[in-house]
Each structure stands twice: as C-alpha cells, then as structure tokens.
C-alpha cells in the first residue's frame, strides 16, 4: 500500500511539472501589447498634449517632437529615440494631431517572458523538491523495512551457521522478513532442541561407556592380581610362561581401558580460529550485536587495528553476554582502553559473581559455578571464550567486582 502511494505522488508531481510548462509556454507564445490599452494612450496624449495630467498611464511610453527630443516619459530607462526603440521592439506610433510627433510605447514582453520563465523555474525546483523528499522517505522506508531486517537475517544465519542457536532473532510482522523472521526463530529453536537431544544421547552414552570402564578395571585387576599369585606359586616354567602371559594381557586391558575412560569423559575437538588483521570499528557493531536485550550503557571503541576472526570473536561476545543475561540479569556496564600491546575491552555487570575459589576455574571445561546449579548450561562459554582468545593472540580474565562480575578481554592491537 505505502509503496503503490509512493508511485502514485511521483506521477502526480512528474505530470504536474508537464502541466506547469505547457501553460507557461503557452502564455509565453501570446505575448502582446494590448491593443486597445495603446489606443488610448495614444488618443489620451494626441488630444491633451501639454496637460500631462491627463495622460493615460497604463502604459509606460516616451514622447518625441517633430526634432526627435523626448518631451514626455512616464518612467526612466525607456528607450529615448526612434533607433532605440527599434532595438527594443517598442511600438512606434504617429500622434495625428500633431504631426512629425511620435509616441514610443514601451514593449514588455521580454519581462513578461522572464517572469513566465522565473515562475516555471520556480515551480519545476519546488515539485522536483517534493519528488526528493518522496524519494528520500520511500529510501528510509526501505532502508528500515528491508535493508535493516536482511542485515539482522545475515548477521542471525551467521551465527547459527557458528553454532550459536541461544540468541532468538527478533520478530517484526511489519517488515518485508516479518514471516520468514519467525520461520527463522522456530527453526533456531528447533535446531537447539535438537542439538540439546544430541547432547544429551552423547552424554548418555559417554556415562554408560565411562562407567563400563571403571566396571571394568575391578575384574581386570583381581585377574592381574591372581596371575602374580599364580606366577609366584607354580613350580613349572611353561605354567609361569602362562600366568606371565595372563599379566601381560591384563596390563593391555588396562591401558585401553584407561583410554576408553578419558575418552568418553573429555571432548578432544579442534575449533578453527583464522585471525587477520581488521578495524577496531567492528568490535563495537559485535558488542551490540551480542546486547540484543539493550543492557549496556553507551560506550566507545578506541581506534585502531586488532588481530582477531570477527566469528569467533562474535561468539565469545555472545557467550559473555549470556552468562551475564542468565547469571546477573542486570544492567552491563562496557569500557575499553589500549594498553601497551592490547585493545582492552571490559564486560561488567552487577550480579552476585562468585566465590573466589571457583573464578580460577570458570575457563575450564565444564566447570561453572556452585549457584550455577539452577541454570541450564554446560559450563563451556567462557572455556571457549578463552580457547577463541588464546588462538587470536589475545586472553581473557576473570574478576569479581563490589558487587558484579567483569570479563576482561584482551586483544592484540597492531
């Protein structure tokens, strides 16, 4: 509707233009003196010559003798003889009473055209002025119905394609994406769903493997343990040779065991991180990507150049800015500084932190807080915070404010 409203006053202003001109141009093209107003100037001067009082002054004309000298003018700057007249256009008229006298009537058309031309001027810019403000609102229009919601599907389909599925994608039924807005966040949802399900059977299944291995070493050890007993006691060499042999077996068990036990309870992955060198710009449009809830406080990003992968430096964002959402659920205060060889950038909010015993362990796997208990998680978000620094040449650290938590990361500046 707003885009068919938009199309219908440009035409209306385009055809307006059209119209203005041609009835410009046709005024233009009758241009003349009025007769009948140069008649009676002529009479008006020819019978009351000498009593200029009486003179018609509709016009603006000159009067010249039978010598060719001016003996009446109603204005300056009309043309003061017949050649001049002539050069102008002016109408030149005979008085018949007084003959050899001439009346020059001043010829007007030229300002008439040029008004005419300055009122076409000034109508063609004021509807060309009303076509610019069309045209810059339906831009604006666009800009926040279409370009803003597609950079928000970009930026959202990045991150999931990163594997962050815990930030919901903003829905607005207005613009142009307002039905794919929420296909997009069901289908966020219901890829979490899924990938928590495949945890969960992951996990299930490493538990079941971890405690078959511990189950286990106990036969694994007291058959060892029988086989030493049993080498120690016989008497024939071949008899030992076997005991011997059963002990070796059981050390083999054991060492796979102990594999298969370590296995199932670490994730041994390797994440791609390729840090090149970018603006700091981006760092501060990656910051409020990550505050969807509007939390922190304005801030500003120091100029300059870091060394950093703008995916996973969106998500160790996302990761803070979760735990800060789930944990704190306050506002966040953000700064940043240089520092010697790093852009410093500190993420506080004002909740309870933790306890001081646990914060060295919060950048290990799995580890979270003892009142992290109530929250779902998995205690991998400042794990692999720190894992993203670490291979963008950078750290994170760790600290508890009075009150609040503050995450501190370090980037390297170049």
Known sequence: MRRSSFLFAV???????????FVFYSKIDTISQDPVLVNEAVKSVDENYGNESSYSRELDYVVLDEQGKVVYKTADGLSGSVNDAIKHNDTILDLEKHPGFKILINNTSSEQVREYKNGIIISILSLSLVQLILVISYYLYLHKTIIIPFKKLKDFSSRVAGGNLDIPLEM????IFGSFTESFDIMRQELKKARAAEKKANDDKKEMVAKLSHDIKTPVASIKSSSEIGYEMAKDQKIKDYFNMINIKSDQITVLVDNLFNSSVQDITEIPVSPVEVRSDIVYDLIRNSDYLNKASAFEIPECSVFADKLRLQQSFDNIFMNSYKYADTDIEVKSYI?????VIEISDKGPGVSENELP????KYKRG?????KDGAGLGLYLTDYFLTNMDGKLELRNNE????AVLYLRAI
């Open 11 to 21: 035409i209306l202003t385009f055809l307006a233009e059209l119209v203005l001109c």
């Open 361 to 364: 362990l919060l950048k290990e």
């Open 172 to 175: 607005d039924r207005k613009n």
């Open 339 to 343: 520092m010697d060889e790093y852009l």
């Open 370 to 374: 003892s009142d992290a208990k109530a």
């Open 403 to 406: 009150p609040g938590f503050t």
